[in-house]
């Protein structure tokens, strides 16, 4: 058994698949539009819309489409593991164009960097680089 998340971008699949590939890169793996599903479920106007895409991060499956039904995100972050500092730091700043931090992207007791921001779709991101020898270490009082 799996499980994989699914996201809804109320018409901004194309563009958040663009990002995503560009960034991290992702692999797109399948991809159909409306036009060439159902009928009964194609949106007015939305023949071009994405109906079902699935994408490849790494080792991780993320599904997505432009379905109408979702009301936004909340509830959920995606936590992304980064084996270099320099890689997040790209993966950060582009993720953080037309969005916006959380929390910086910083050492921690945790981890050699750790950050979270929200893209323009509304998705967080949780970065991540386990470089051990560059982690802050905590004092206790």
């Keep these: ?14 563009e958040a698949i663009r990002l995503y590939e560009e960034v991290f890169p992702a692999e797109v793996l399948f991809l159909v539009r409306y036009k060439d599903g159902p009928p009964e479920l194609m949106p007015e106007g939305g023949e071009n819309l994405i109906l079902h895409a699935t994408l490849r991060i790494g080792d991780t499956v993320l599904n997505c489409s ?17 084996d ?42 949780k970065l991540q680089v386990d470089e051990t020898e560059e982690r802050v270490q905590v004092v206790e009082p």
């Excluded at 058994?1 to 194309?14: A, D, I, N, P, W």
């Design 66 to 82: 432009d379905s109408f039904d979702a009301a936004g995100f909340s509830g959920f972050a995606l936590l992304t593991h980064v």
């Design 1 to 14: 058994m799996t499980v994989q998340t699914y996201l809804f971008y109320s018409g901004r699949c194309e």
């Design 84 to 125: 270099t500092i320099a890689k997040a730091k790209r993966i950060f700043t582009s993720l953080k164009e037309g969005g916006r931090v959380r929390v910086p992207l910083a050492g921690s007791p945790w981890a050699a960097r750790y950050g979270i921001v929200e893209d323009r779709f509304g998705i967080v991101w």
